[in-house]
């Protein structure tokens, strides 16, 4: 700090004093302060960027097991939907559409291989009257008892049995024979036979009876399945 002296109109002297006054910077006027400033901003930003990054790793994780949640229970749902579409919902058989689809496969290998094919038709006798004296429920519960028969006594590969319509049912047995097929449709209609279903009805109609018609044919070019079917039906 200099300091002159003058007079007015005059000039100033040559005297002058000088006093030397050093003021340090404020802190944040420092270059340290504002390296470190840039330093923290820098952290700063980069920590928002692994905070995000993060966020969105864990966002993109919880879309994956979303998608692979619901995609699991369409699948789950199109396969019941499946299920039911090939499936009596009374008796839990097949239903005529998969009994067809599954028969014309079969068909097919067998006209291939030259093995036998058996279709038995089942019916069970009177139910009409059944369901008049017993009522409609104890009439499903009796094609369920029949359904559970089925399905406990088919159980080979590539053998099938459906409910065909109503009181109908259908089975189709590969590589039988048609003495096969008998002693097969004769073990069914004894099994139907020992049904007996408390709750039906009066005494006299607790007792179950089915009659089986069996058809035999070794597919050969020409046949069809259908003509099979008709041929089990008129031997019902």
Request: proline share 2%; hydrophobic share 45%; aromatic share 6%.
């Amino acid at each position: 700090f200099r300091v002159a002296s003058g007079e007015v109109g005059g000039g100033w002297s040559d005297d002058e004093a000088a006093v030397q006054i050093n003021v340090a910077a404020r802190y944040f006027e420092t270059p340290w302060f504002r390296l470190a400033t840039l330093a923290v901003l820098g952290m700063l930003f980069w920590g928002g960027v692994r905070v995000r990054l993060r966020w969105l790793e864990a966002r993109r994780r919880e879309l994956e097991r979303l998608v692979a949640q619901r995609t699991s229970e369409l699948a789950a749902a199109n396969a019941e939907l499946e299920r039911l579409a090939r499936e009596d919902h009374l008796t839990g058989l097949a239903n005529r559409r998969r009994f067809f689809e599954h028969a014309d496969l079969e068909w097919r290998r067998a006209l291939r291989s030259g093995s036998s094919l058996t279709a038995a038709l089942l019916d069970l006798d009177h139910f009409k009257r059944f369901n008049d004296v017993c009522g409609h429920p104890a009439g499903d519960r009796c094609l369920q008892a029949v359904g559970r028969v089925l399905t406990e006594r088919i159980q080979r590969a590539g053998d099938i049995a459906a409910r065909y319509g109503g009181e109908e049912f259908i089975v189709l047995l590969c590589s039988t024979d048609l003495e096969g097929a008998c002693r097969v449709a004769e073990k069914l209609r004894a099994a139907v036979a020992e049904l007996h279903l408390p709750d039906a009805g009066p005494e006299g109609s607790r007792q179950v009876t089915v009659s089986i018609g069996i058809a035999t044919v070794v597919p050969r070019e020409g046949h069809t399945l259908d003509e099979l079917i008709a041929a089990a039906d008129q031997a019902l």
